[in-house]
């Protein structure tokens, strides 16, 4: 196709209210039902055909032990090599599709994505199987997703069109080869936005995919694989294959057609990731690329000065939203003495006023945790909490297990800013607060500093412009994404690329071309055009 393509200016997808009485609504309360009726048996999907290996697991509801959504059949070890095979396959073709035929396969899957029967499909699942209030489904499985896709599309755009200089006489121009090789996407189970992007941003640029999701979001990435494939992905670009993550690890880390790595997840498994690239170095046909995004002990600092109202807001939403489950989630808080003396009972108050239940039922902000290992390590921080000396629980800290993972939101006011949940990553809904004196501004942001190895997300709280601008300075390196008087969550595509240094990953910034340029390899080429035809320069000339 001869012309000058242009990407359709991407906007963020706007937000649905599903308010009562609407007919998005209605539209989606049926469809919930319909799944939950309805269990799902999911294959994996393999050069673009569907395996039923045998191996099943079933899909358990995290606030409803009793309802069973379906089973997924788990890839072995066979399954893998046969995925392996396939995206080698279809690299053949795909590497070498024009970038706009690429692109349109994912803008028309996110233009399906705003249509009521996917949208529908993506937000259910995702409410029942990874227990997401109708708002948080909606930000991620739906707004997110469709972000990603265009906005990717729009990235990719400029970065083809990226070109050297050329001096007379000659062209310079720049290709961007996709990577020699396939690429493992490893997706957790808190976003289904997460799993369509590390998976379809290789593959945008040319790259074929193995795609392993977490195994308690195995039901709404299966809807997002078949959203590509309904969009138009050729068999064998992406291969979905849900199963053991050592025994699916093992098989593709030894394989020499292993190009590169796209994973969220937690701190220890990308390090045990990068460990055993390094060990297989020599096995590999190009230096695999290795892009991770990773825990975080996510802050909020308050200054005097901050306004007690916006800071309690914050930290509530911040905190407990989607059960504490984002990366970015607000894990500890410094709050100065003449603040918390304002906020405290309101603090107390509201966050005992949550709703936690079924995510079916709209009126609920909260929902369980995912599986029972969380449950279990949640309630043992608060177990420990409760006997600590210089810790106190000022909300919630119970938990129950009867009919689903519920664990309460939960203020800790912990004396020591060193206790460890003020240190370690928790991932659930509690926030542990330490008080400082008014006067100790500057030594609490060096605390805030230095008491976690991540690097994530960050908020200050401060009407005081010189003083946001000493935590700006001062944490520079605590946050991939900072907050100046809002929350630490809730970055938007297009709007605040996401990602953290430090042990919270490489920073290559979902949702930017930052990200785009890891899965490409350039090539520089030189064309000359009336090339010399003697060897001899000028400077050779008699003396």
Not at 78 to 83: F, G, H, L, S, T
Not at 189 to 205: D, E
Not at 383 to 402: M, N
């Amino acid at each position: 196709m001869n012309g000058a393509i242009r990407i359709p200016t991407p906007e963020n997808d706007p937000i649905r209210a599903y308010a009562p009485g609407s007919e998005e609504r209605a539209s989606l309360k049926a469809r919930i039902e319909e799944l939950a009726a309805s269990p799902t048996e999911v294959p994996c999907i393999i050069g673009g055909e569907e395996v039923f290996t045998g191996n099943v697991h079933e899909m358990r509801s995290p606030h409803d032990h009793s309802l069973v959504l379906g089973h997924y059949h788990a890839a072995g070890p066979d399954e893998v090599r046969r995925a392996i095979e396939a995206a080698n396959d279809a690299w053949q073709s795909w590497s070498r599709t024009a970038w706009v035929d690429r692109a349109s396969i994912f803008l028309r899957g996110a233009d399906l994505l705003t249509g009521a029967k996917w949208r529908d499909t993506l937000n259910a699942s995702t409410m029942l199987l990874q227990s997401k209030t109708v708002f948080q489904a909606e930000i991620d499985a739906a707004c997110e997703l469709v972000d990603f896709w265009r906005f990717n599309c729009h990235f990719a755009e400029g970065i083809y069109a990226e070109q050297p200089l050329s001096a007379p006489g000659m062209w310079n121009r720049s290709e961007y080869r996709p990577l020699e090789g396939f690429v493992y996407a490893v997706s957790p189970f808190n976003f289904t936005s997460i799993g369509g992007n590390l998976s379809g941003a290789p593959a945008m640029m040319g790259n074929t995919v193995l795609w392993k999701p977490s195994n308690t979001a195995v039901l709404s990435n299966y809807f997002v694989m078949r959203l590509m494939e309904a969009a138009g992905l050729p068999a064998g670009v992406i291969n979905f294959i849900p199963g053991d993550p050592v025994e699916v690890t093992d098989v593709v880390l030894a394989s020499p057609d292993f190009a590169g790595l796209h994973f969220t997840g937690s701190t220890h498994v990308f390090q045990m990731f990068w460990e055993r690239i390094g060990k297989n170095i020599s096995q590999y046909r190009s230096y695999p690329r290795i892009v991770g995004e990773t825990g975080g002990k996510d802050f909020i600092v308050a200054h005097p000065s901050a306004d007690p109202d916006a800071l309690r807001t914050a930290m509530i939403r911040g905190a407990f939203e989607f059960q504490g489950q984002k990366c970015s989630a607000a894990s500890r808080a410094y709050v100065p003495r003449s603040v918390w003396d304002r906020m405290k009972d309101g603090l107390i108050e509201q966050t005992r006023s949550i709703a936690m239940g079924d995510p079916a039922d709209f009126r609920n902000f909260m929902g369980a945790v995912i599986d029972e290992k969380s449950f279990k390590k949640l309630a043992g921080y608060l177990e420990r909490a409760k006997e600590a000396e210089g810790v106190e629980i000022l909300a919630g800290g119970g938990c129950d297990d009867s009919k689903g993972w519920f664990v309460e939101p939960t203020l800790i006011l912990a004396d020591d800013p060193r206790y460890e949940t003020m240190c370690e990553e928790l991932f659930g809904p509690v926030l542990t607060i330490h008080v400082y004196e008014d006067g100790e501004w500057e030594a609490v942001l060096e605390l805030c500093d230095s008491t976690s190895p991540y690097a994530l997300t960050g908020a200050v709280f401060s009407d005081d412009r010189e003083a946001a601008r000493q935590a700006m300075d001062a944490l520079r390196h605590a946050a991939g994404n900072f907050y100046i008087n809002d929350k630490p969550t809730g970055a938007v595509v297009g709007q605040q690329p996401f990602g953290g240094s430090r042990a919270s990953g490489t920073n290559d910034k979902a949702g930017s071309p930052m990200n785009l340029l890891r899965w490409v390899s350039a090539r520089s080429i030189k064309e000359t055009f009336d090339p010399p035809a003697d060897y001899r320069y000028p400077f050779m000339g008699a003396e």
